[in-house]
Nanobody
């Protein structure tokens, strides 16, 4: 059973930084894509960034390019999202997802497993 556990959320001021981590367990993730999504109040869960577990190839939503960096640590079985230059528009619950396919996918419907989410709040 795949389990994803996010950590690292919190409250930060505009322009600040946060690092989210997702601890993954329960499978060999060599053929997985790992993604980060976020959900603002009253909105659908939307794609933020993804990474191929084996190659480390990243992909980002346009709004976070140049500000967010996704990485994975295969030895620790974690996926990290380093977020910088945060704005109030980045305020959301951030979810880690795992898709059992070795191709970048931005569609939440293609992710098989989800963590419980971690709140990120950016104050103005």
């Amino acid at each position: 059973q795949v389990t994803l556990v996010e950590s690292g959320g919190g409250l930060v001021q505009t322009g600040g930084s946060l690092r989210l981590s997702c601890a993954a367990s329960g499978d060999n993730f060599s053929k997985y894509t790992m993604g980060w999504f976020r959900q603002r109040p009253g909105q659908e869960r939307k794609f933020v960034a993804a990474i191929l577990w084996t190659s480390g190839t990243p992909y980002y939503e346009d709004a976070v390019k140049g500000r967010f960096n996704i990485s994975r640590d295969r030895a620790m079985s974690t996926v990290n999202l380093q977020m910088s230059d945060l704005t109030p528009d980045d305020t959301a619950v951030y979810y880690c997802g795992a898709a059992s396919k070795n191709i970048i996918t931005t569609s939440r419907d293609r992710y098989d497993y989800w963590g419980q989410g971690t709140q990120v709040t950016v104050s103005s």
